[in-house]
């Protein structure tokens, strides 16, 4: 009986660690939180700054392929120039994969709920850790 116990409660605990978060998946879900509260207030700067500060981040959208933290910000800007176009943001997580120690593959969906009508989509993320912050380095959002 003893033997049965222990058996069992070895396999609750190992059940548990295989559904547990990583802790650097928790890190990116905070940061994608913050970054949807950011746009749900209406700032895009905020909302960026998640983003690589770099010339070669990768942003794929229906325009095609945009290179750099300033001109994403700007097609951003340019997309979305007020509250009635950005409405409220939601993401659903479809799957967080961990690719290495300095790298995360982020898959989901977005959708805008406006007054001007809704709209959303998927989006790939590709994340990298630089200087220990995470940042997006490549989005393709459709």
């Given at each position: 009986?003893?033997?049965?116990v222990?058996l069992?409660l070895?396999?609750?605990f190992?059940?548990a660690?295989?559904f547990a978060q990583?802790?650097?998946e928790?890190?990116?879900?905070s940061?994608?939180q913050?970054?949807n509260v950011?746009?749900?207030?209406?700032?895009i700067d905020?909302?960026?700054?998640p983003y690589?500060?770099?010339?070669?981040?990768?942003?794929?959208?229906?325009s095609?392929?945009?290179y750099?933290?300033?001109?994403t910000?700007?097609?951003?800007?340019?997309?979305?120039p007020d509250?009635d176009?950005?409405?409220?943001?939601?993401?659903?997580?479809v799957?967080?994969?961990?690719?290495?120690?300095?790298?995360?593959?982020?898959v989901g969906k977005?959708?805008l709920?406006r007054s001007i009508?809704d709209?959303?989509?998927?989006?790939?993320?590709?994340?990298e850790k630089i200087?220990?912050?995470w940042?997006i380095?490549?989005?393709?959002?459709?």
């Amino acid at each position: 009986m003893r033997i049965k116990v222990i058996l069992l409660l070895a396999c609750c605990f190992f059940t548990a660690r295989s559904f547990a978060q990583h802790p650097e998946e928790a890190k990116i879900k905070s940061i994608l939180q913050v970054q949807n509260v950011a746009w749900n207030k209406g700032d895009i700067d905020a909302f960026m700054e998640p983003y690589w500060h770099s010339d070669s981040l990768m942003f794929i959208g229906k325009s095609g392929v945009t290179y750099g933290w300033q001109a994403t910000l700007d097609n951003y800007k340019r997309s979305y120039p007020d509250a009635d176009a950005m409405g409220k943001l939601t993401f659903t997580f479809v799957q967080f994969k961990p690719l290495d120690s300095k790298h995360y593959f982020v898959v989901g969906k977005w959708h805008l709920a406006r007054s001007i009508g809704d709209v959303g989509g998927h989006f790939t993320l590709l994340w990298e850790k630089i200087n220990g912050r995470w940042v997006i380095i490549a989005d393709h959002s459709s």
